[in-house]
């Protein structure tokens, strides 16, 4: 079992690889890798990410296959199948990091913005609902906010929702909230710049 510390690590080394424009034999898929993989998987961290096709996380990240159980939705938001499904792998696989990986100029936000500025009619519910999910963070950016400053905006609204999608994480499952307390589970927020291929980690607790 990888520990939440060493699993960040490899995560960071990874990324600067990535950025780097190097890649490591690891990441190469192989087919004794996938026979492997055909009997178990034990992926060392988990990544809650973003749906947006810039952000691939096995890429940006620079590994393989079974390395990473990856949830991917627009906005990376926090729904009860998503929990589910992090609860899934961390009790199933001991897997002791999850990563909520936003990233700049997401269309998400982009999009809460522009609803909470002006409300849409006959919105899609499927739509609304994700809108409604990333509504609480940033409502109080633009209350208190400069709305000229819109690049500023959308970065400080990426990251309140990203922060708050951990949050939710830690304290919407029971079973979330005992991994932590009692198995060294660690849930930590990173936003990908699309410029620049940096990840950067937005709590530096380990």
């Given at each position: 079992m990888t520990k939440g510390a060493e699993a960040l690590e490899r995560l960071r080394a990874g990324n600067k690889r990535f950025v780097a424009n190097v890649?490591?034999?690891?990441?190469?898929?192989?087919?004794?890798?996938?026979?492997?993989?055909?009997?178990?998987?034990q992926?060392?961290?988990?990544?809650?990410?973003?749906?947006?096709?810039?952000?691939?996380?096995?890429?940006?990240?620079?590994?393989?296959?079974?390395d990473l159980f990856v949830i991917r939705v627009a906005g990376n938001i926090v729904a009860p199948?998503?929990?589910?499904?992090?609860?899934?792998?961390?009790?199933?696989f001991g897997t002791r990091l999850v990563v909520v990986l936003g990233h700049s100029q997401c269309?998400?936000?982009l999009a809460t913005l522009v609803e909470l500025r002006r409300p849409t009619?006959?919105?899609?519910?499927?739509?609304?609902?994700?809108v409604d999910r990333i509504r609480p963070a940033v409502e109080g950016l633009l209350?208190?906010?400069?709305?000229?400053?819109?690049?500023?905006?959308?970065?400080?609204?990426?990251?309140?929702?990203?922060?708050?999608?951990?949050?939710?994480?830690?304290?919407?499952?029971?079973?979330i909230e005992g991994l932590v307390a009692n198995h060294g589970l660690v849930i930590v927020g990173a936003s990908y710049s699309l410029d620049t291929g940096v990840v950067e980690f937005l709590e530096q607790t380990l």
């Open positions: 890649r490591s034999a690891e990441s190469i898929s192989s087919a004794a890798r996938r026979a492997e993989l055909a009997v178990a998987q992926p060392f961290a988990i990544v809650l990410g973003c749906s947006d096709s810039r952000v691939p996380v096995e890429i940006i990240f620079d590994q393989g296959l079974g199948s998503l929990i589910g499904s992090v609860e899934f792998a961390a009790s199933q269309g998400a936000i009619a006959n919105q899609s519910p499927n739509l609304k609902s994700i209350a208190g906010g400069d709305q000229q400053d819109q690049p500023g905006l959308v970065s400080r609204a990426v990251e309140a929702n990203i922060l708050a999608s951990v949050q939710q994480l830690r304290h919407g499952s029971a079973i």
